[in-house]
């Protein structure tokens, strides 16, 4: 039976998941869910996650949600499927998983402020104190995770699970400058990154992976 997999469009998390199930070649149901509609509130979507947020997924009736969790499920119930999302050695697994951490924890919130800001505020209301100082974390941390790159991509010269966790958090920053040119954070970005950047958007199934949106937005 198929994977299902839920989907929220513009999601930093749901599109790391959407990453993996192509890089792996994972057979899957795509069901792209709306906020606006509020379908991540139906008594349907709410008993396969009762947090009513995506990603979810569904598998031989086994519901699972939280993305982290998710990218774990889909490694060890496709583990003769390669490649692996995971690095091969311990330790590189281990900083693998400690890189997505820091993501999570310290990259991901001031890049929420700065959206809530520049893409969701309305006009007018911006508040520019909050803008800077949430882009002076974010510069900071683009240049503390950037010395993890190893290769093309983090751990060498084929993606994993920090690549395609990272790179969602990478392109919101670029649909900021789309509202408000002034803040290009991805000009600023170490070359290494830049590069990398580059080297995930040619992932043959990446354009794919899009937000549903962002397309019709462009």
């Not at 598998?59 to 999302?85: N, R, V, W």
């Not at 010395?147 to 392109?171: M, Q, S």
């Not at 170490?190 to 549903?212: G, M």
Request: proline residues 8%; negative net charge.
């Amino acid at each position: 039976m198929a994977l299902s997999f839920y989907y929220l469009s513009g999601s930093p998390f749901a599109w790391r998941v959407w990453l993996a199930l192509e890089y792996k070649n994972i057979p899957y149901e795509l069901h792209v869910l709306s906020r606006d509609k509020g379908e991540l509130q139906t008594p349907e979507y709410r008993a396969i996650n009762p947090r009513g947020r995506a990603p979810a997924i569904v598998h031989d009736g086994f519901a699972l949600y939280e993305s982290m969790a998710i990218l774990e499920y889909l490694e060890e119930t496709f583990q003769d499927q390669t490649p692996s999302i995971w690095p091969c050695e311990p330790k590189d697994r281990a900083i693998a998983r400690r890189t997505i951490y820091e993501m999570d924890a310290y990259l991901f919130p001031p890049v929420r402020r700065m959206v809530e800001e520049l893409l969701i505020k309305p006009e007018g209301l911006l508040d520019a104190s909050v803008v800077e100082t949430a882009s002076n974390v974010v510069t900071s941390n683009l240049e503390m995770l950037a010395t993890g790159i190893k290769g093309k991509f983090f751990h060498g010269n084929a993606p994993c699970a920090v690549d395609f966790c990272f790179y969602p958090l990478i392109a919101m920053l670029g649909r900021l400058k789309l509202k408000n040119s002034n803040y290009d954070l991805l000009a600023t970005m170490p070359e290494n990154l830049k590069t990398w950047k580059t080297e995930v958007e040619n992932l043959p199934y990446f354009s794919k992976t899009l937000p549903p949106h962002w397309k019709t937005a462009a």
